[in-house]
C-alpha cells in the first residue's frame, strides 16, 4: 500500500528555516518521481519542486529557487524538502506527492498524496 508522509512542519520567524520530510512507503522511490506541493489558504495548491531520476531535480516557483533544496535518501524512502531564508508568503500547507515516472507541476497528475504539514513563517 503507497503511503506518504510528511512532517517537520512548525511555526518559524522570518528568515528561519525549516527541513520537511516525506517517508515513502510501498512503492519503489528509486523509479518515482517526488513532488513537493503547498497550498495557501484560499489559493490553488502549486508545485514547488521535484525529484526523479528520471528529471533531476527540478524548482518551479522563481520565489523558492536558491531558498529551498530538494534530496533524497534512497535508503531511508525519504525525500526532504530543505527550506532557508523563509518568507512570509511561504506559509501554507505543504504536501508531498507520487507519480511516475517524469515529474510534473500540476497537482492533478500525481496520483498519490500525503496529508501534508503546516508551515507558518510569522514573527
Known amino acids: 500500500q503507497v503511503q506518504l508522509v510528511e512532517s517537520g512542519g512548525g511555526l518559524v520567524q522570518p528568515g528561519g528555516s525549516l527541513r520537511l520530510s516525506c517517508a515513502a512507503s510501498?512503492?519503489?522511490?528509486?523509479?518515482?518521481?517526488i513532488g513537493w506541493f503547498r497550498q495557501a489558504p484560499g489559493k490553488e495548491r502549486e508545485g514547488v519542486s521535484c525529484i526523479s531520476k528520471k528529471d533531476g531535480i527540478l524548482y518551479w516557483p522563481d520565489s523558492v529557487k536558491g531558498r529551498f533544496t530538494i534530496s533524497r535518501d534512497s535508503a531511508k524512502s525519504t525525500v526532504y524538502l530543505q527550506m532557508d531564508s523563509l518568507k512570509p508568503e511561504d506559509t501554507a500547507v505543504y504536501y508531498c506527492?507520487?507519480?511516475?515516472?517524469?515529474?510534473?507541476?500540476?497537482?492533478?497528475?500525481?496520483?498519490?498524496w500525503g496529508k501534508g504539514t503546516q508551515v507558518t513563517v510569522s514573527s
Open positions: 506527492a507520487l507519480r511516475t515516472p517524469y515529474c510534473s507541476n500540476i497537482p492533478q497528475s500525481y496520483v498519490n
Open positions: 510501498g512503492f519503489n522511490l528509486e523509479y518515482s518521481a
